[in-house]
């Protein structure tokens, strides 16, 4: 059983930076691909970026690169987003979840199988 709890969260003006972090229970942590996915009020939830366990690799979604950095510190169970120059339509609730299976892409939601609970970011314009 996996346990992740996000934090950092909140609200920022247009062009501010948040550090979100997610800290993990459980075993082999180092053992899994981590991503960070987002949900807008009334849209889906989507893929932000993943980074493999030994963080040899990461992937974003195109609308994120450049801006956004994600990072783990297996050590301490736990993965990071950097948020730079962040923009209203980055406003969303920010869940961090465990790649359980391999064989789907980094970017698939259905690659993923435990979830934290989510943490609120607002962007004002």
């Known amino acids: 059983q996996v346990q992740l709890v996000e934090s950092g969260g909140g609200l920022v003006q247009a062009g501010g930076s948040l550090r979100l972090s997610c800290a993990a229970s459980?075993?082999?942590?180092?053992?899994?691909?981590m991503g960070w996915f987002r949900q807008a009020p009334g849209k889906e939830r989507e893929f932000v970026a993943a980074?493999?366990?030994?963080?040899?690799?990461?992937s974003y979604a195109d609308s994120v690169k450049g801006r956004f950095t994600i990072s783990r510190d297996n050590a301490k169970n736990t993965v990071y987003q950097q948020m730079n120059s962040l923009k209203p339509e980055d406003t969303g609730v920010y869940y961090c979840?465990?790649?359980?299976?391999?064989?789907?892409?980094?970017?698939?939601?259905?690659?993923?199988?435990?979830w934290g609970q989510g943490t609120q970011v607002t962007v004002s314009s």
């Open positions: 459980g075993r082999s942590f180092s053992s899994y691909t």
């Open positions: 980074i493999s366990g030994r963080s040899d690799s990461t």
């Open positions: 979840s465990t790649k359980v299976l391999p064989f789907y892409r980094s970017y698939e939601e259905r690659a993923y199988g435990y």
